[in-house]
Structures are given as structure tokens and as C-alpha cells.
Nanobody
Framework: QVQLVESGGGLVQAGGSLRLSCAASGRTFSHYDMGWFRQAPGKEREFVAHIDRSGGTTYYADSVKGRFTTSRDNALNTVSLQMNSLKPEDTAVYYC?????????????WGQGTQVTVSS
């Protein structure tokens, strides 16, 4: 089992930066790919960024490519999302996700979310 706790959200002006962190419990953090998702009011939850177990491969939604960077530290059981050049449309609750596929079965864990608000 993995428990995830996000932090680092807040209010920032357009063009500013925030760094989100996600702390994971458990001894198997390095077995999980990690992702970031977000959900704006009245909208579906959407994918933001993904990083594989080793941290060697990342990919991003087109809407954040070039502005957001995700990284992880398997020794500290943490994953981060550096968000630069923020826009009002980035306003959402951001969620950390841990996913693992094993023996044909996929397991997902989610954090409670952290609010990011970007003012214009």
C-alpha cells in the first residue's frame, strides 16, 4: 500500500512559479511510476505529467510542456512538479498518482490534492 501527501500549492500571479511535492509512504515507492493530474472546477480530471520508476523517462501534457518539470528522488520517496510561467488556466486541484502494473493488474493510489490558484 502507498499513501501520498501533496504539498506546495497556493496562490500565485500569472507568470509566477510554484513547486509541488508529493511524499509517499511505504518501502516500494521505486516500484511505481508516478503521475500528476489536475482538476479544475466543473471539469474532468486531466493528465499533467508522468515519470517512470527510475526517473529516466518523463512526458507531459501539451498544455504544460516546456513550462512544467517533474522529478523524483527514490531515496527520499518524493516526487516533485516544478511549475513555471503559470497561467490562470493552470488553476486547479493538483493530485499525485502512483501506478504499478504487475501480473496483468494495475494498481493506482491517489493523494488528497493541493490547490493551485493563478491570478491574472
Amino acid at each position: 500500500q502507498v499513501q501520498l501527501v501533496e504539498s506546495g500549492g497556493g496562490l500565485v500571479q500569472a507568470g509566477g512559479s510554484l513547486r509541488l511535492s508529493c511524499a509517499a509512504s511505504g518501502r516500494t515507492f521505486s516500484h511505481y511510476d508516478m503521475g500528476w493530474f489536475r482538476q479544475a472546477p466543473g471539469k474532468e480530471r486531466e493528465f499533467v505529467a508522468h515519470i517512470d520508476r527510475s526517473g529516466g523517462t518523463t512526458y507531459y501534457a501539451d498544455s504544460v510542456k516546456g513550462r512544467f518539470t517533474t522529478s523524483r528522488d527514490n531515496a527520499l520517496n518524493t516526487v516533485s512538479l516544478q511549475m513555471n510561467s503559470l497561467k490562470p488556466e493552470d488553476t486547479a486541484v493538483y493530485y499525485c498518482n502512483a501506478v504499478r502494473s504487475r501480473f496483468g493488474r494495475t494498481t493506482n493510489y491517489w493523494g488528497q490534492g493541493t490547490q493551485v490558484t493563478v491570478s491574472s
